[in-house]
């Protein structure tokens, strides 16, 4: 009897976990959009390490995160107010198919041995500009997908999974793939992987959405969305937060090569565990933050988290033994995934359903669109000061910024609790959104 309980338990909070599994075209998007993210990561990791072979430069590879970002920063607002008002499946064929010709160019390149730091430096900006307009749009597509309001929420956290699963998985095999055919066939897979999101997307059955947007609507649009966001100081503030630990924290990956080679002295391999660590210690965030059913002290868990990651990151830059460095790496993953994470959840849950495409774009405007900035400073200080004592900065400015965040959670709570309420976010069934990143 105890053991039927007891599986009949488990097969319920199973069941409960992938309830968004449900509906068809979250289960197209799921399959597809995982695929695809591998290759992405698969492809991120070799860019940067073909990178650094090149040129045993930090500074370039700081420069190389630039351009592929900066675009993020610069056009985001103008895709949030096309993902409010346009067909967002349109779009995302479009952001997910173009990638595939950027894809299969630098494979070319690389796999012929006619690659050259200038190729990388503009592709880089090619899928930079593809990605300004597919992020936010597909945040946003989530809720087209998710036919009943109360399973949102799960289907952004089962989304969060599958980002930091494909985190975990991607660089893994990157690692091994470039040992033994070089980075040029990390560039052809990620090619072919993003056939599969395309034929997810165009095999949906979604309800047409109005597409038309005038030149004056659309930047009046852009200046609602920033008026909106920064004139209510709980959106305000999570922004800022962000932005923070955009500019000084997420840089960290652009010097993965560097602690990898030099400071570990390892290879390929090495750089692949060091950032398949970080995604499990993400993954395990994202599984505890879907497990929660209800909003309430997630402006809590932004402070701590972001101070975990914070204390993580400093303790990484100074450590040479390998195990400690991946231990570490997996406690900055969790830090960093529940505060980004947790940020997002709050966001969604008090943001207006009008304005939801123009908040998440200025979001990530904060979250990635900043990390260029973040990425060429990291890149210049650690050619400077070295990459140990640039992290060490980092994270200590990152644990600043949770303390003084903290400081404020008393009237941030008073502003978001009416709001949690009027949204179910009190209850303990599941609110209407809850994590992604």
Request: net charge positive; with cysteine; proline share 3%.
């Amino acid at each position: 009897m105890r053991r039927d309980k007891s599986s009949s338990s488990d097969t319920g909070g199973l069941r409960l976990l992938l309830r968004a599994l449900q509906y068809r075209n979250f289960r197209l998007f799921f399959v597809g959009q995982g695929i695809s993210l591998i290759g992405d990561w698969m492809q991120s990791l070799a860019m940067s390490w073909l990178v650094y072979r090149l040129t045993n430069s930090a500074l370039l590879l700081g420069v190389v995160g630039f351009t592929g970002q900066i675009p993020i920063f610069l056009l985001a607002p103008f895709a949030g107010v096309l993902a409010d008002r346009s067909n967002r499946r349109r779009i995302l064929v479009i952001t997910r198919a173009v990638p595939i010709i950027q894809s299969f160019i630098l494979a070319l390149l690389t796999l012929t041995g006619t690659i050259a730091v200038w190729h990388i430096i503009t592709l880089s900006l090619f899928l930079g500009l593809v990605n300004a307009f597919d992020i936010p749009t597909r945040q946003a597509f989530v809720v087209e997908m998710v036919e009943k309001r109360e399973d949102l929420g799960n289907a952004i956290a089962l989304n969060s999974f599958m980002f930091n699963g494909a985190r975990l998985v991607g660089p893994s095999i990157a690692g091994i793939v470039i040992a033994v055919m070089g980075e040029g066939m990390c560039f052809l897979l990620n090619g072919i992987s993003n056939i599969a999101v395309v034929s997810a997307l165009l095999a949906m059955k979604i309800t047409p959405r109005k597409t038309e947007v005038q030149v004056a609507l659309l930047l009046q649009g852009v200046k609602e969305g920033f008026s909106y966001a920064f004139g209510f100081a709980p959106i305000r503030y999570i922004l800022l937060l962000i932005g923070l630990l955009s500019l000084v924290g997420m840089p960290y990956s652009v010097l993965m090569p560097v602690f990898a080679r030099d400071i570990l002295h390892g290879g390929p391999s090495t750089l692949g565990f060091l950032m398949a660590t970080w995604g499990v210690g993400a993954l395990v965030g994202a599984v505890y933050l879907a497990s929660r059913k209800s909003v309430l002290g997630l402006e809590k868990m932004i402070a701590i988290a972001l101070s975990i990651f914070g204390i993580g990151l400093v303790v990484f830059s100074r450590s040479h033994l390998l195990w400690l460095s991946l231990l570490l790496l997996l406690l900055t993953g969790f830090g960093m995934m529940v505060q980004m994470a947790s940020s997002n959840t709050v966001l969604q849950t008090i943001v207006d359903d009008d304005k939801r495409g123009r908040v998440m774009s200025i979001y990530t405007m904060a979250f990635i669109g900043t990390a260029p900035f973040g990425s060429l400073l990291a890149g210049s200080l650690a050619s400077r000061i070295g990459a140990p004592n640039t992290l060490t900065i980092g994270g200590t400015l990152c644990i600043l910024g949770s303390l003084i965040f903290a400081s404020r959670l008393s009237s941030l709570k008073e502003l978001v609790r009416p709001i949690y309420a009027r949204a179910g976010g009190t209850s303990e069934a599941p609110p209407g959104t809850q994590t992604q990143v």
